[in-house]
C-alpha cells in the first residue's frame, strides 16, 4: 500500500497540471494579501482564508483531471492486473489527493507566514485565524472525497470540466442561499421557517457552504466544531459511496 501511495505520489508531482496549481496558488498568495493591505485591511485575516473558496475550484481541475488521466492511460488497470485490490486503488488515490490538496494550500499561505507577521497591525485575531485554518483540514477532506468519487467513478474527458462547473454552480447556489439568510426579519422577502432551517443546514453541510463560512465573509456562522464534524461526515459517506461503486466498477 504505501509502495501505491508513493508511486502515485510520485506520479503527481510529476504532472503538469499540479505544478502550474501550486505555482497559482504561491502567486495567489502573495498577490492577494498585498492587495488586501492596500486596500486597508490591516488585520489580514481575510486574505489569509480567501484560498477556502478558490481551492475548492483548482482541487476541481486537478483531481478529477488527474484521476481521469490514470483511468485513460490504462493505469488503474495495470494496478488491479499486478494484484492491486481495488481498496487499495481508491484509498491511495483519495490520500494522494489529500495530500496535494494540503500542499497547495500550503503553498497559498506560505506568503502569509512570512509577510503577515511585517506587514499586520498590532492585535490581529491570531486564536481565531488559526481555529479558522485547524477546521479546515476537515472541510478539504469532504471535497476531496467528492472529487475522488467523482474522478475514479466517471472516466471521461469532460467530467473536469463538469467537476469546476459543478463548483461553481455550488457557489451561486450558496451564495444565493447565504443572501436570504440575511435579508432582515422586517422585509418582504425575509426567509421563513422551515425553509430557513434547509438554507443553514445545507451551507453548514455542504464543502462550498463550509468554505465560505471560513473565510468569515458569509451571513451564515456556525460553530467551527459544527463544520468540522460535518466536513468528515460528508467524507465519509462520500468515500463508502465510492467505494461501493468502485469495487462494482466494470474497468476496461
Given at each position: 500500500?504505501?509502495?501505491?501511495?508513493?508511486?502515485d505520489?510520485?506520479?503527481?508531482?510529476?504532472w503538469g497540471?499540479?505544478?502550474?496549481?501550486?505555482?497559482?496558488?504561491a502567486?495567489?498568495?502573495?498577490?492577494?494579501l498585498?492587495?488586501?493591505?492596500a486596500?486597508?485591511?490591516?488585520?489580514?485575516?481575510?486574505?489569509?482564508?480567501?484560498?477556502?473558496?478558490?481551492?475548492?475550484?483548482?482541487?476541481?481541475?486537478i483531481?478529477?483531471?488527474?484521476?481521469?488521466?490514470?483511468?485513460?492511460?490504462?493505469?488503474i488497470?495495470?494496478?488491479?492486473i499486478?494484484?492491486?485490490?481495488?481498496?487499495?486503488?481508491y484509498?491511495?488515490?483519495?490520500?494522494?489527493q489529500?495530500l496535494?490538496?494540503?500542499?497547495?494550500?500550503?503553498?497559498?499561505?506560505?506568503?502569509?507566514l512570512?509577510?503577515?507577521?511585517?506587514?499586520?497591525?498590532?492585535?490581529?485575531?491570531?486564536?481565531?485565524?488559526?481555529a479558522r485554518?485547524?477546521c479546515?483540514?476537515?472541510?478539504l477532506?469532504?471535497?476531496?472525497?467528492?472529487?475522488?468519487?467523482?474522478?475514479?467513478?466517471?472516466?471521461?474527458?469532460?467530467?473536469?470540466?463538469?467537476?469546476?462547473?459543478?463548483?461553481f454552480?455550488?457557489?451561486?447556489?450558496?451564495?444565493?442561499?447565504?443572501?436570504?439568510?440575511?435579508?432582515?426579519?422586517?422585509?418582504?422577502?425575509?426567509?421563513k421557517?422551515?425553509?430557513?432551517?434547509?438554507?443553514?443546514?445545507?451551507?453548514?453541510i455542504?464543502?462550498?457552504?463550509?468554505?465560505?463560512?471560513?473565510?468569515?465573509?458569509s451571513?451564515?456562522?456556525?460553530?467551527?466544531?459544527v463544520?468540522a464534524v460535518?466536513?468528515?461526515?460528508?467524507?465519509?459517506?462520500?468515500?463508502?459511496?465510492?467505494?461501493?461503486g468502485?469495487?462494482?466498477?466494470?474497468?476496461?
Amino acid at each position: 500500500m504505501r509502495r501505491l501511495i508513493s508511486a502515485d505520489m510520485a506520479r503527481l508531482l510529476r504532472w503538469g497540471p499540479f505544478r502550474l496549481g501550486g505555482a497559482f496558488m504561491a502567486v495567489y498568495g502573495f498577490c492577494n494579501l498585498l492587495l488586501h493591505f492596500a486596500l486597508g485591511d490591516r488585520q489580514g485575516a481575510g486574505a489569509v482564508m480567501d484560498f477556502t473558496v478558490t481551492m475548492m475550484y483548482v482541487q476541481a481541475i486537478i483531481a478529477v483531471g488527474f484521476l481521469n488521466g490514470d483511468h485513460s492511460s490504462g493505469g488503474i488497470k495495470n494496478k488491479l492486473i499486478i494484484g492491486r485490490t481495488r481498496g487499495e486503488v481508491y484509498i491511495s488515490h483519495l490520500l494522494v489527493q489529500y495530500l496535494c490538496g494540503l500542499i497547495l494550500s500550503a503553498l497559498y499561505l506560505l506568503p502569509s507566514l512570512i509577510l503577515r507577521p511585517l506587514l499586520a497591525a498590532p492585535g490581529a485575531p491570531e486564536t481565531e485565524l488559526l481555529a479558522r485554518l485547524g477546521c479546515y483540514p476537515a472541510v478539504l477532506l469532504s471535497f476531496t472525497a467528492i472529487y475522488t468519487l467523482l474522478g475514479l467513478l466517471v472516466p471521461r474527458r469532460w467530467v473536469t470540466t463538469a467537476g469546476f462547473a459543478g463548483s461553481f454552480a455550488l457557489m451561486c447556489i450558496c451564495t444565493r442561499m447565504d443572501d436570504g439568510l440575511a435579508i432582515p426579519e422586517t422585509a418582504p422577502a425575509y426567509v421563513k421557517e422551515p425553509l430557513r432551517g434547509v438554507y443553514g443546514l445545507f451551507l453548514d453541510i455542504s464543502p462550498m457552504g463550509e468554505a465560505m463560512q471560513l473565510m468569515d465573509t458569509s451571513f451564515r456562522q456556525s460553530e467551527l466544531w459544527v463544520l468540522a464534524v460535518s466536513g468528515l461526515g460528508v467524507a465519509f459517506i462520500a468515500v463508502i459511496l465510492g467505494m461501493i461503486g468502485f469495487l462494482r466498477m466494470d474497468i476496461e
